[in-house]
């Protein structure tokens, strides 16, 4: 039996906190800043908690479940 590869792309985008909460970063920061305001963009700067209902997809995704 092979063994189980984790999600390139889930692999890139999430961490696993030291509580075994999973942290992620906020999107829509990459172009198109001229339009947004000064505390919106630093609102997206700063990493957040993944959502209860996502966590077990996610896990499934990093081979953690």
Do not use: C
């Amino acid at each position: 039996m092979p063994k189980m590869k984790t999600k390139s792309s889930a692999k890139k985008r999430f961490k696993l906190t030291g509580t075994g909460k999973l942290k992620r970063k906020h999107a829509f920061k990459s172009h198109i800043l001229t339009k947004k305001s000064k505390k919106r963009k630093l609102a997206l700067t700063h990493s957040t908690l993944v959502h209860k209902s996502d966590e077990n997809s996610i896990k499934e995704q990093l081979r953690l479940k």
